[in-house]
């Protein structure tokens, strides 16, 4: 499975943006679909999840409230509805896809991981 990721770009503190999460190729076996984040000189950070079959949703607490995941199954597509953008939101976002259990919140548990998106937030 190949996973494509879009929709950063540069948005004010305050504002919303929409992440996708587009996937190609076999996908019969995704467990859950999520979004990490990386800011320079930082490490990689688990932001959101969504268990794929039963859409049962998980989020970072330091976006709880602002960040909502969501999947069309239709269109193999994960996004990332974004809003009151914070200075410390900017980062790559990075979406993945999990083929089995485990924790959400540690990278070594997503096999497949997309190219990332940039999302930076002026003040």
């Known amino acids: 499975v190949q996973l494509q990721a879009s929709g950063g770009g540069l948005v004010q503190a305050g504002g919303s943006l929409r992440l996708s999460c587009a996937a190609s190729?076999?996908?019969?076996?995704?467990?859950?679909r999520g979004w990490f984040r990386q800011a320079p000189e930082k490490e990689r950070e688990f932001v959101s999840a969504?268990?794929?079959?039963?859409?049962?949703?998980y989020y970072a607490d330091s976006v709880k409230g602002r960040f909502t995941i969501s999947r069309d199954g239709a269109k193999n597509t994960v996004y990332l509805q974004i809003s009151s953008l914070k200075p410390e939101d900017a980062a790559v976002y990075y979406c993945a896809e999990k083929t089995g259990t485990g924790t959400y919140r540690s990278s070594a548990e997503w096999s497949v991981w997309g190219q990332g998106t940039q999302v930076t937030v002026s003040s």
């Open positions: 969504i268990a794929w079959y039963g859409g049962s949703t």
């Open positions: 190729g076999r996908t019969f076996s995704s467990y859950a």
